[in-house]
């Protein structure tokens, strides 16, 4: 059972397809989709952090703590999940991971993966539509060694190939209306996450 929970950002995407730079800083209604994702997240946690890598200064608007991986050479979102378990070890038992570039995930999102950690799983994760959600994801700090392990001494980069060797809980969440997870990888995208948005207030 989670006794104190932190949340981590994961805001190391480049917007390739939206002509490079940081997905995250791309604005989304008038504000960053970072600034949509963090108030989103910082309702449902104790304590919230950015992941990314570089110059932590293009981040201090938004008065968080920047976090950079502690694996070398851009080793994806499980490098962010160490990070965010490293920062938090000293005051979370648990460490919710968010991808920036979902900006509408659901304000529930912590407490119903937290519930499934409390009937037993190890780690839990979103799904919806039938699609698993490996980043929206509530993870033990208690872990931390064993993932740092597999990453540094097996290579390990897939979240699904880690999370494989636990009890992982897949939480669903309704998608009748919109996919709550729906993320922005185009310009097309953010039109439509902003029609989401202007549909649900």
């Not at 981040?59 to 965010?84: E, K, M, Q, Y």
């Not at 959600?133 to 060694?145: D, M, Q, S």
Request: glycine fraction near 8%.
């Amino acid at each position: 059972m989670p006794s104190s929970i932190a949340g981590v950002l994961l805001a190391g995407g480049k917007a390739r397809r939206m002509g490079g730079g940081d997905k995250c800083l791309c604005e989304l209604a008038g504000e960053p989709l970072l600034a949509h994702a963090i108030a989103r997240a910082e309702p449902q946690i104790a304590t919230l952090a950015i992941n990314a890598n570089g110059d932590a200064a293009r981040f201090a608007a938004f008065g968080l703590p920047v976090i950079a991986d502690t694996i070398a050479n851009h080793a994806g979102p499980l490098a962010g999940v160490l990070a965010g378990m490293d920062w938090a070890a000293a005051h979370a038992s648990h460490v919710a991971s968010f991808a920036t570039d979902a900006p509408i995930f659901p304000a529930d999102l912590v407490a119903r993966l937290a519930a499934a950690i409390e009937d037993g799983a190890d780690i839990a994760c979103a799904s919806s539509n039938g699609r698993v959600h490996p980043v929206f994801a509530l993870w033990p700090v208690v872990l931390r060694e064993d993932l740092r392990h597999a990453m540094q001494d097996e290579g390990v980069r897939k979240v699904d190939i880690w999370t494989a060797r636990y009890c992982l809980a897949e939480v669903a969440f309704e998608a009748d209306r919109y996919d709550p997870f729906f993320n922005a990888n185009k310009p097309d995208d953010l039109a439509r996450a902003e029609d989401i948005l202007a549909r649900i207030g």
